[in-house]
């Protein structure tokens, strides 16, 4: 196929969709740390981690070796209300920028929870009604994650009970809405309904809320009520690999039409897209079968990568999840309020922490007003209206496809477009009205949080 | 095909895309009655037109005779950025509902303006750049089709004045700040920037504003500044032209498949959507090549079909517009503050209410919080948050499989799904707190507006 004759998106067909998952760890040389449990400190045990997962998800999680597993048949019938999504080549943005480089994007957005959420949503809600479940619930940030759980649950008749962090519940609350359109139940976190809220609410009466607190409350309701479990949307190794779709669909989209990447960039929060996208073109390079420049965009405000240490550390602020062996800028870290609430967490995927360390990819952090300039360079010729968060790809992706301008070459760029930013548009009526800030935290301020991680023997 | 091999969205492929418009008046024995000057009651000579609106527009407007017009190489370019837009099978709506009936939706909410008032946008925009103009000029309420002009306009690097209404302005700060993204320069109408903004507010100080000084406002800024011409959404036989994309992809998808759909249902508030979508098929019922049962849903609270008379009357409150031959309620008629804010117009397309007189359609009123429970049954099903505008023919169409229930009847079942309901979750708050009101005029309110009617000797 010539290029001229690539259609500007690259469905693949319903019947071209991939029937599996792919698990990268089977081809990691260096496995992913365990989880240890934050009593004991000892790696946690299936049974342990039963009581708060589901089992068939517990399996995944667990599993280090085998590469492909199966996309349960309900599961793939839902995907394929919103998916295949589209890959497009950006032409426009092509031209504007008058590059001879060819920039891709794999869009998420095209679902109504608005971002690549949806995918894992669906298999953990899936798995959750197969245990014989009641529900699940979750916590809730920005919302997009208790959006999609909220949709995945409404598809399978499960209670899905979601506590979202109080400052956003009554900040967004069109968020909250779009959850109980769904069904879902939505619960300000702090609350009077858990014991560790009722605690919390004692001694800080009056709080807003934080994530590791809504976790905390979401965590306690899924071990304390019978026929629950507690589902989460990024970080975890089950998630990466629900994930891969992204991934998977990429790839074959490119394949279809002859084309092989030079470079994969992603946006890195908790690892959720970055590593669904880039896992099948890891796979290849890890096998010594193909070599990609993989590039992972992080903000300057939460650098976890290019400014944390690696090792374990606390998955939330309340230190009763997992300690996860990651890139971390300690949990204690609090990121400034930027816009891109996806990529406000101090660690990272302990898979994407070991492929980093081991050197199979690179890591960017950029300014939040260098990405929402490029937001809206991109909204302009390519008529999507991007999140911040996946505007952090946008920002390395224009920055390459300038370099090719200077040097001529013709480079393969793809990047992951994760979702909308229709929930957003309060920041950018910061950037419009020139009330954004960069806040970059100082090598001091870095050094007083890592001092907090936990001393864990290897 | 076999029904059940039928897949759940059904995607044309982009060299399969309609190449040309249709236009349903070369097909219709009795025309659209002329549009009327408001000043001289005289039919508007295409040189009065070319005045406010772009040459090529002006042309396609007057057009009744030529059945196929060309859709410009650089147009079908920049729809490939987000059509074809997807034909669903709603099997989980189906399933949920137990009807044997097949139920297909044609979705246009997959870009960033939401809606489908994107196909007209790029046409117009594009044929003012072919002029040679600086900019266009609009109005917009809740702010979708302004959105898509911004978005047009960023494409073709044309300048945008969109004239908002001052009460939208203020509460959907979000809406604007979209079309912001694009470039566009939003100003809260009225405005101090024309005349007519200027008397309004001495006036009425402090007013909010409506849609009718709005494009009085555009209008104005067109006619009296050098290179600039003035752009509508909705109404016009133009944009009707436009939108008959929706219909010809729906109309291609379901040839690809081998089905006949035997009912088609679309919400009708200016009529662009429903006009779009039924052309084709409307087209083959002209020409008595087939028949279709086709349903155009309004609200109870502004039932210009159900309820209007086959006048004579003016496009707006302010008397400046041409005046149109039309279903309406009276240009004073104000319909109550419904939430389907696309839908609240006094008045319908003309070729709308010419084939709807001659019998070529049906016309049903459904309630608001009716729409509501739809929309939220339908979102539960197939995941999409409609716009309480395409909630009205999910409502239609949920009763027409519910009848089909009852009867066995296999119908299919097509209807218009145009928009997403990302900026109406302030109307599903007031929809699950049980605030939400049904407001149907009286007869005795309706005849007291039809009063009004202009007197207009045909």
Redesign the interface.
């Known amino acids: 196929m010539k290029y001229n004759e690539i259609?500007?998106?690259i469905?693949l067909?319903?019947n071209e969709m991939p029937k599996a998952y792919y698990n990268v760890r089977a081809d990691m040389k260096n496995k992913p740390a365990p989880l240890l449990n934050p009593g004991t400190k000892k790696p946690f045990t299936e049974e342990e981690l039963c009581g708060v997962f589901c089992k068939e998800l517990v399996k995944q999680e667990l599993d280090d070796d085998t590469p492909y597993i199966p996309i349960p048949e309900e599961v793939q019938?839902y995907y394929?209300?919103?998916r295949p999504s589209p890959l497009?080549r950006a032409?426009?943005l092509e031209k504007k920028l008058g590059t001879p480089a060819h920039i891709y994007y794999k869009f998420e957005g095209?679902?109504?929870s608005g971002s690549h959420k949806l995918n894992s949503a669906l298999a953990q809600a899936y798995y959750a009604k197969q245990q014989g479940l009641k529900g699940v619930t979750t916590e809730t940030g920005a919302g997009q994650w208790g959006t999609a759980l909220s949709?995945a649950c409404?598809?399978f008749d499960l209670d899905c009970k979601v506590f979202m962090v109080k400052t956003s519940y009554e900040q967004k609350?069109?968020r909250r809405?779009?959850m109980?359109?769904?069904?879902a139940s939505v619960t300000p976190s702090p609350s009077m309904e858990t014991q560790v809220g009722q605690k919390i609410l004692q001694e800080h009466p009056g709080t807003g809320g934080s994530l590791g607190c809504a976790i905390s409350e979401a965590v306690e309701v899924a071990v304390t009520n019978e026929g629950y479990r507690y589902a989460l949307g990024s970080v975890l190794n089950q998630v990466l690999l629900h994930q891969s779709i992204v991934g998977l669909e990429a790839k074959a989209a490119l394949d279809k039409i002859g084309v092989k990447a030079d470079m994969i960039i992603g946006c890195a929060g908790g690892g959720s897209n970055l590593g669904g996208l880039i896992s099948p073109f890891m796979g290849e390079k890890l096998r010594g079968e193909a070599d990609y420049e993989i590039i992972a965009v992080e903000p300057q405000s939460c650098p976890s990568f290019t400014r944390g240490v690696f090792a374990y550390d606390y998955a939330d602020t309340g230190r009763i999840c997992p300690l996860v062996k990651m890139y971390t800028l300690g949990s204690d870290f609090i990121p400034a309020p930027d816009h891109a609430g996806g990529l406000r967490f101090h660690g990272m995927s302990g898979i994407l922490s070991q492929l980093y360390h081991d050197g199979y990819m690179k890591a960017v952090a950029v300014k939040q007003t260098d990405v929402f300039a490029a937001?809206?360079q991109f909204?302009?010729?390519?008529?999507?209206?991007p999140a911040p968060e996946s505007s952090h790809a946008i920002k390395v992706a224009i920055d390459e496809a300038l370099k090719c301008k200077e040097t001529g070459e013709e480079k393969k760029i793809l990047f992951g477009l994760t979702g909308?930013g229709?929930?957003d548009?309060?920041a950018?009526?910061k950037f419009?009205n020139g009330e954004m800030q960069d806040n970059i935290p100082t090598d001091e301020e870095l050094e007083s949080f890592r001092k907090n991680l936990p001393d864990i023997k290897e």
Chains 1, 2 share one sequence.
């Open positions: 259609p500007t998106k469905y067909e319903e019938r394929k209300m919103y497009f032409y426009n095209n679902n109504t949709m409404s598809y609350p069109y809405e779009v109980k359109v769904y069904g937001a809206e909204s302009r010729a390519e008529g999507i209206l909308t229709y929930f548009l309060y950018f009526e419009h």
